[in-house]
């Protein structure tokens, strides 16, 4: 029964893929899984490595980076929060899976995991549901990336973060402002949307010039008009 206490707590427990099996079925998969925490700037998993371990993100950010024949490093995705950490039946990692903050995971190993899978066809179907829109939102990305302005890109990006953000906690009206901390350096934001880390300052501050922004210090960011971040996220 202490199992289930533990879910019924999780903060992620109807956004995971958990959320599709029934009390007794978590029964079973929580007798796999083991919390952990980590830091950040540590890394889960390497790329290369032998895929031996898929997790839960209960908590925290994390970078999915690829490595380029040369050598180069390029983030190509982030983690968050009820999204599912690793790669069920494959024999290595594609990516390199670092903690861009402090984070928790409920971590499963790999192979029994798997076999959780195929006796549940609901959490099977829901990850392949959501594996398949992950490729769509990166294909998409890929497309937009390519024809977009860096107003478009910064605003875009902005407009994601308070999204996510949002998603994890309440305001106390629709249209009040939204403060959220960044995740990534200036210079991380760059190497994402494929923009210098002085453009990236660049349209921050003109951003918050034009009154759609303020920058309250640190990392943080509020958006004081969204509607006007929308048409700059959109502008031809």
Known sequence: MAHIDICTDCAIRDQALCSSLSDSELTTLNTLGRRRTITRGQTLIWAGDE????????????TLVAASPDGREQIVGLLYPADFVGQPYAGQADFTITALTDAELCIFPRDAFERVLEDHARMERLLLQRTLAALGVARTRIASLARQSAQEKIAGFLLDMASRATASRCRATPDAPMTFDLPLT????????????????????RLKIAGIIALPGGRAVTISDERALQDRAEAA
């Open 51 to 62: 895929s031996i371990i898929c997790a839960n993100l209960l908590s925290g950010v994390l």
């Open 186 to 205: 200036r210079g991380q934001i760059a190497d994402v949307l494929g923009l210098t880390i002085e453009t990236v300052s660049r349209q921050m501050t």
